[in-house]
């Protein structure tokens, strides 16, 4: 069964203060890691998809990467309304696009 | 123009209850799902359509029984409500042309059941 882990759970970090966020997957054959950033009270929004190993993709102070066994999201610089719950999921082939399973997220507060 | 809209947005119901959540896409997706998201923000599948074909239905309960009259509307119907169901309902859809961006997700329905 296709499984994703993510570590924090939780992450305080000081404006400016860059970290990485870790995903953790084990499935049978990767269709496709997707990050989406969830703000309280509203539906995860989509970020990066990764399909290979050595991948990277970058959206302002944010930048995916992704090896065999995991990713990371980095957040360079953060700004206080980069606080959120950033969730990793992950799709594989035997399910096509039907079906992405989900990571608990790591909520993300920046402090200014 | 809200692509994913679902209502109500929050829904406080007494044990035993029936209930109903919408869902409609404009985004011209041929794939619509209901997903759960629990108290620790897990979010896990629930059911997926396709074309208005059940897909997928990740043992839930048959308490709950999803209805999709066209490709563009999936709801959700629950019969006799527990405490356990309180939860976020999320609807999404999908659809070939832009697979890269995974789903899109509606604005969530709080449950609450008392």
């Known amino acids: 069964e296709d499984q994703v882990t993510q570590s924090p759970e939780a992450l305080r970090l000081q404006e400016g203060e860059s970290s990485s966020l870790n995903c953790s997957y084990t499935?049978?054959?990767?269709?496709?890691l997707f990050w989406y950033r969830q703000d309280p009270g509203k539906g995860p929004e989509f970020l990066f998809t990764?399909?290979?190993a050595g991948e990277e993709k970058e959206k302002e102070r944010l930048k995916a990467t992704l090896t065999k066994k995991e990713s990371f999201l980095h957040i360079t610089a953060p700004k206080p309304e980069d606080s959120a719950t950033y969730l990793c999921?992950?799709?594989?082939?035997?399910?096509?696009?039907?079906?992405?399973?989900f990571g608990t997220g790591t909520r993300l507060l920046v402090s200014p | 123009d809200t692509a994913v809209s679902q209502t109500p947005k929050y829904l406080v119901t007494q044990m035993g209850n029936d209930k109903s959540i919408k869902c409609e896409q404009n985004?011209?997706?041929?794939?619509m799902y209901w997903y759960k998201q629990d108290s620790k923000k897990f979010l896990k599948i629930m059911f997926s359509?396709?074309?208005?074909?059940?897909?997928i239905n990740e043992t839930v309960p048959n308490r709950f029984s999803p209805k999709s009259p066209d490709k563009a509307h999936l709801n959700l119907h629950i019969n006799s409500l527990e405490l356990g169901d309180s939860a976020v309902y999320f609807c999404?859809?999908?659809?070939?042309?832009?697979?890269?961006?995974?789903?899109?997700f509606g604005s969530g329905t709080r449950l609450t059941v008392v």
């Open positions: 985004l011209g997706h041929d794939t």
């Open positions: 499935v049978s054959g990767l269709r496709g």
């Open positions: 999921a992950v799709q594989s082939p035997f399910t096509g696009f039907q079906k992405l399973v």
């Open positions: 359509y396709n074309n208005k074909e059940l897909i």
């Open positions: 999404a859809s999908s659809g070939q042309a832009n697979i890269n961006y995974g789903y899109t």
């Open positions: 990764l399909y290979s």
